[in-house]
């Protein structure tokens, strides 16, 4: 959960973090982003601001802003049980897209980075310890099913998404704690 306050304060930095980074884009699609703290109530840790850009049934755009040291946490993308017009939708295929900063990328594979990069006490929750740095204009393709987990490095990161159906709010955590949808504490 997060206030409306913070909410706006997440909103007006992450649209200022990619405005800076050279992407024009109006007020109306600014407060339109998704500020997620997926429930676990520490935005600026575990959290991501998320911008859609375009969403068919086909495929989505969208640009995330995470600021200084934010992680988005560990997910992988099913088969939705949703049916679309063709039939079952298949797990997302998704393609990021460095802007500005480094973007750290974590998938399952060999172990080659400390846990110090892992929220505290949330070990349980971050199991692949294979980093992938990206930096700007590089990308990295994640497929059905791979479990992965990002973070920005100290000075924050933006970076596109370009992937098949989006279909997120199916999308596994391996942290049981994680609600999709973010909800807003109103203030008096």
């Given at each position: 959960?997060i206030?409306?306050?913070?909410?706006?304060?997440?909103?007006?930095?992450?649209?200022?973090?990619?405005?800076?980074?050279?992407?024009?884009?109006?007020?109306?699609?600014?407060?339109?982003?998704?500020?997620?703290?997926?429930?676990?109530?520490?935005?600026?840790?575990?959290?991501?601001?998320i911008?859609?850009?375009?969403?068919?049934?086909?495929?989505?755009?969208?640009?995330?802003?995470l600021?200084?040291g934010?992680?988005?946490?560990?997910?992988?993308?099913?088969?939705?049980?949703?049916?679309?017009?063709?039939?079952?939708?298949?797990?997302?295929?998704?393609?990021?897209?460095?802007?500005?900063?480094?973007?750290?990328?974590?998938?399952?594979?060999?172990?080659?980075?400390?846990?110090?990069?892992?929220?505290?006490?949330?070990e349980?929750?971050?199991?692949?310890?294979?980093?992938?740095?990206?930096?700007?204009?590089?990308?990295?393709?994640?497929y059905?099913?791979?479990?992965?987990?990002?973070q920005?490095?100290?000075?924050?990161?933006?970076?596109?998404?370009?992937s098949?159906?989006?279909?997120?709010?199916?999308?596994?955590?391996?942290?049981?704690?994680?609600?999709?949808?973010?909800?807003?504490?109103?203030?008096?």
């Open positions: 959960m206030t409306e306050s913070s909410m706006r304060q997440a909103k007006r930095r992450a649209g200022d973090m990619i405005r800076k980074a050279g992407i024009r884009c109006s007020d109306q699609e600014l407060d339109r982003m998704d500020v997620a703290d997926f429930g676990l109530s520490n935005l600026f840790v575990e959290g991501a601001e911008l859609p850009l375009a969403e068919t049934e086909k495929v989505a755009c969208r640009i995330i802003a600021f200084p934010q992680t988005e946490p560990e997910h992988w993308h099913e088969e939705s049980k949703e049916i679309g017009k063709s039939g079952l939708i298949p797990g997302k295929e998704e393609t990021l897209r460095v802007i500005t900063g480094t973007l750290r990328v974590f998938i399952e594979g060999e172990p080659n980075t400390s846990e110090s990069v892992i929220p505290e006490g949330k349980a929750y971050y199991t692949c310890r294979h980093q992938i740095l990206l930096e700007p204009c590089e990308n990295l393709t994640l059905p099913g791979m479990k992965h987990w990002f920005a490095e100290e000075e924050g990161c933006v970076f596109y998404t370009i098949t159906t989006a279909k997120d709010g199916s999308d596994p955590f391996t942290d049981p704690s994680v609600v999709r949808k973010t909800q807003i504490i109103r203030e008096k």
